[in-house]
């Protein structure tokens, strides 16, 4: 199994690509944005995602949309062939458009929605929180990404305040701040122990 990123040598399994997202959408019953091949091709020719081959056999995709003059970037269009989930891919693609949207937006932040536990669940681990909607983008076009999904209707009631879907976002100044601070408090600790110690010599010393 290789997981790479996708160009336009990937051109032909744009086809296969829709159709495993449109069928997955069907057998789980839950709302999916659909894509067209030609949307695809663009995300293959940008270098914006990445796909999973068994040789010459699809087994998994996931694309990068930008958003907000690239201060926000989203890890869409995740999908594994049937024939090979339960095996773990999913989290492995993940981690690699994940990585892929860190190294090309490195200051966006990176977000999703999902009504997928699975999919919730790979995202906490990446470092992932969940969020209200407002904390998203709050560029349109994102949102008329969301008109083939069955549940719109929703969407629009609430003004784009919540849906069935739930929103994650990591956020790398957060990330920044939070190691900031845990550092901070090592080194406190640290130099509290160190000054016991030069205390406790100091005394030694004096006696």
Same mark, same amino acid.
């Given at each position: 199994?290789?997981?790479? $990123?996708? +160009? ?10 829709? #159709? ?36 010459? &056999? ?16 989203? +890890? ?22 994940? #990585? ?12 999703? $929605? ?29 949102? &008329? ?5 069955? +549940?719109? #209707? ?16 990591? #956020? ?31 005394? &030694? &010393?004096?006696?």
């Amino acid at each position: 199994m290789e997981i790479v $990123i996708a +160009n336009e040598a990937h051109f032909k399994y744009a086809p296969i690509i829709c #159709d495993t997202i449109a069928e997955s959408a069907k057998v789980r019953g839950t709302g999916i944005a659909k894509r067209t091949p030609e949307y695809i091709h663009k995300k293959l020719e940008n270098g914006n995602a990445v796909i999973a081959l068994d040789g010459d &056999k699809f087994a998994g995709f996931c694309y990068i949309e930008v958003w907000g003059n690239k201060g926000f970037v989203a +890890n869409s269009g995740l999908i594994v062939h049937p024939d090979y989930r339960g095996q773990g891919l999913a989290k492995k693609i993940k981690q690699r458009i994940f #990585d892929l949207s860190r190294e090309k937006f490195p200051n966006a932040k990176i977000f999703g $929605i999902t009504t997928g536990l699975a999919v919730m669940k790979i995202n906490y681990e990446l470092g992932y929180k969940p969020v209200t909607f407002s904390e998203l983008t709050d560029d349109p076009e994102f949102w &008329k990404g969301c008109q083939t999904c069955k +549940n719109f #209707d929703i969407l629009t009631r609430t003004e784009q305040r919540m849906c069935l879907c739930t929103g994650m976002l990591h #956020d790398p100044d957060a990330k920044a701040k939070e190691e900031t601070s845990r550092k901070e408090k090592i080194n406190g600790k640290a130099f509290k122990r160190l000054k016991s110690i030069k205390e406790s010599l100091f005394l &030694k &010393k004096r006696k």
